[in-house]
């Protein structure tokens, strides 16, 4: 995992930390992830991303020191690819997602990443609402993509720096 030398962001609201997603928050991972989404990662899907992929960034929220949300992406060369982004259904609506995927960007800018990806279901408007805030735009669908329903992706896209014509 590529954080060692993060330095989050110090205007968070009070009670709010965000810091490199560790081991020790993987069982409070596991139970938003599992409310989350209908088909979750495994929690061996996210020991391999925190103890073996050299391209991971996860970042973990804790709200009064109880893990409230995570996201994560990897950094391939100049693109960053987001993973996953997920907040507890009881703490969401409240900027925490906003907050999260502003510091991916915040990391991305610092290992000189020029776009940023992502895939989400047309069938969720808030995410695709939160993206567009963010400065994302779509540019694509990837027919089928989740396999649990056959829903198409719709591919968005963040230039952290001007493409080339």
């Not at 110090?10 to 490199?20: S, T």
């Not at 989350?36 to 925190?50: A, K, V």
């Not at 895939?119 to 994302?136: H, K, M």
């Not at 027919?143 to 080339?164: C, H, N, Q, R």
């Amino acid at each position: 995992m590529r954080l060692q030398q993060y330095q989050p962001n110090q205007d968070f609201p009070e009670g709010l930390e965000i810091k490199p997603m560790c081991e020790a928050d993987l069982d409070e991972v596991m139970e938003i992830e599992e409310v989350s989404f209908p088909t979750p990662w495994s929690r061996s899907s996210y020991e391999t991303e925190l103890q073996q992929n050299s391209l991971s960034v996860y970042l973990s929220a804790r709200k009064h020191g109880k893990l409230v949300g995570y996201a994560g992406m990897w950094i391939i060369i100049d693109e960053g690819h987001i993973t996953n982004v997920a907040i507890h259904p009881g703490e969401r609506n409240q900027g925490l997602g906003y907050l999260l995927m502003n510091e991916l960007i915040r990391v991305s800018a610092a290992y000189n990443v020029k776009a940023i990806t992502l895939e989400v279901r047309p069938s969720n408007r808030s995410a695709q609402a939160l993206y567009r805030r963010l400065g994302f735009v779509p540019n694509g669908v990837r027919k089928g993509y989740y396999t649990d329903s056959g829903e198409d992706a719709i591919i968005m896209w963040k230039y952290l720096v001007p493409a080339k014509k």
